[in-house]
């Protein structure tokens, strides 16, 4: 266990400006505030923010794997149980780029989860939870980087973990949340047990089958060890776990499970596991509405279940679901639909923000390549309150919001503009183009600047309380199987929009381009409540 701080043992450094790949759309390139490179690495598509150094701005955390990194990368690693290249985790000063610490995570790539919720009383150290592929469990000081406690994971062979981790209620009663993590195994099946075939299929003698099955693993958010033994959830599901508190206080987890929803109290995946009670709730409602075998909630059937998202409401929480049919926003308690949104081909994850002040709205993606449209829907209602078509282009990074002083957000969406009646752009060779859209401005589109690299991961914060947004973005190889060089960059969005290109949607706008820029200039952003 690490109680010394964290040295850095890798040749990355920061640069101001210079070598950047993102391009401003009037001439020149758009020079960052500070980028950090690295050499004959490779990228994992992870970034958060958290004020690290306690400076009122919010520092940025990445992962990367070092293939060059000399004796220091190859003693690092090996003190921490792997071999060389291992994964880091590094976090970065959000006002001028200083590495602030960094250590070996994982071995190839890890899970991790950086908003752990803080015990009673409220005196443990702010952490992030890092499971490896393969790897161990490690809880690190936010702060310095040091090890809070490891264990060795208990998955066995033929095992993928599925994303997120989830904090749950404290289950094990020492005052800190548990976390609960769901991984996808092989189990063999008896004969006795197959589902009969039809005769035709039917071969002489039964032998044993092998399934995938979802099982569970509590661990204790204090100390990081296994709260009783896993437990088999009984069916197979795909990543994009939530947990959703009913009207009653009961929390469920929810997982996107053989093309429907499946869910599962936290208080008996707790009994189950440990065999003792536990004084979380269950709620009457939900387990009439949940099939005891197949644990699939009773709804209509929009097709298969896609992602699920809890969405905060006035009563509690609602339940916004996306399918291969349609968006559905549901009733957080008795599941009844409230509004539909049919024929929707959405293949990401929708984004939350405010079109009207105070007012919540969804951004939805509505197609892919040349058929794409960006949607934003009252999620009162489900009425669309703006669209746009918006070339999506392979690998661009997800739409983002951040809200504006003006208790609005603004909007930030990747893709390619391409007027009416123009010549397709060959998308293999098309930069990535990011927008900037505000709801007070329905008839534009800011161009803010467009990047050649390959794209790994890209976050639109607010690094200071009440100050300019700014785009982080980290590029790398395509493949994590050839090492190259790995950036990370922050933009501010206040410098890239004098050289922006003003997209007017519809013709005879009152405002000149400059007159657009200026008032893009003045937008004032506030941090989240």
């Known amino acids: 266990m690490l109680s010394h701080p964290i040295r850095q043992v890798s040749p990355l450094f920061w640069k101001r400006g210079k070598g950047s790949a993102l391009r401003a759309r009037r001439g020149g ?38 293939s060059d990194g000399g004796s220091n990368v190859s003693l690092a690693c090996a003190e921490e149980g792997f071999s060389s290249p291992c994964t880091f985790v590094a976090a970065a000063s959000g006002a001028n780029g200083t590495i602030l610490w960094e250590r070996p995570a994982a071995q190839n790539g890890a899970l991790v989860e950086c908003t752990s919720p ?97 099982n569970g693993y509590i661990y204790s958010g204090s100390t990081g060890q296994l709260v009783g033994p896993p437990g088999s959830l009984g069916v197979d599901g795909t990543s994009g776990a939530i947990l959703h508190v009913t009207r009653t206080g009961a929390p469920y987890v929810l997982l996107p499970c053989e093309s429907s929803l499946c869910g599962f109290s936290v208080k008996g995946l707790y009994e189950k596991a440990t065999g003792r009670d536990s004084l979380l709730k269950t709620d009457p409602l939900w387990e009439d509405m949940l099939n005891a075998t197949s644990h699939q909630l009773r709804l209509h059937s929009w097709g298969a279940v896609r992602y699920v998202m809890t969405i905060p409401g006035k009563a509690g929480e609602d339940l916004l679901l996306v399918t291969s049919e349609a ?8 599941l009844a639909p409230r509004w539909t949104l049919g024929a929707a081909q959405i293949h990401r994850k929708p984004v939350l923000g405010h079109y009207k002040p105070d007012t919540l709205a969804v951004v939805i993606e509505n197609g892919t390549g040349t058929d794409r449209q960006i949607l934003l829907l009252d999620l009162s209602s489900g009425a669309i309150l703006w669209s746009q078509a918006l070339r999506g ?35 293999r060779a098309a930069p990535h183009s990011l927008y900037l859209f505000h709801p007070t401005l329905p008839g534009v589109l ?61 013709q005879g706008g009152p405002d000149s381009d400059q007159a657009v820029r200026n008032r893009f200039s003045r937008l004032r952003y506030r941090s989240e409540a």
């Open 29 to 66: 390139c758009a020079r960052p505030g500070h980028r950090a490179v690295v050499s004959f690495s490779v990228a994992y598509d992870f970034l958060a923010t958290s004020d690290i150094n306690k400076d009122r701005i919010q520092d940025v955390l990445f992962l990367y794997k070092n």
């Open 118 to 214: 803080q015990p009673r009383g409220g005196e443990a150290p702010a952490a992030c939870i890092l499971l490896g592929r393969p790897g161990p469990f490690i809880a690190v000081n936010l702060v310095t980087g040091e090890t809070l406690w490891t264990h060795p994971n208990s998955f066995g062979g033929n095992t993928s973990i599925l994303s997120p981790l989830l904090w749950v209620p404290d289950v094990d009663a020492d005052g800190a949340p548990d976390l609960l993590v769901l991984t996808r195994e092989e189990k063999q099946v008896p004969p006795h047990l197959l589902l009969p075939k039809p005769p035709a299929h039917r071969p002489g003698r039964l032998t044993p089958s092998h399934v995938l099955q979802v």
């Open 446 to 506: 800011l161009e803010l600047a467009s990047i050649s690299a390959h794209i790994v991961a890209s976050r639109v914060v607010l690094l200071e309380p009440g100050r300019h947004a700014a785009c982080i973005l980290l590029t790398g190889p395509a493949s994590p199987d050839v090492p190259g060089l790995v950036s990370m960059a922050k933009y501010k969005v206040q410098d890239l929009v004098p050289s922006s290109r003003v997209i007017h949607l519809v």
């Open 393 to 427: 282009l392979p690998r661009d990074p997800q739409p983002a919001s951040l809200p504006t002083a003006d208790h609005r957000s603004a909007f930030f969406f990747w893709g390619l503009h391409e007027p009416a009646g123009a010549n397709q752009t060959d998308p």
């Open 327 to 334: 968006c559905v926003l549901l009733d957080g308690q008795d």
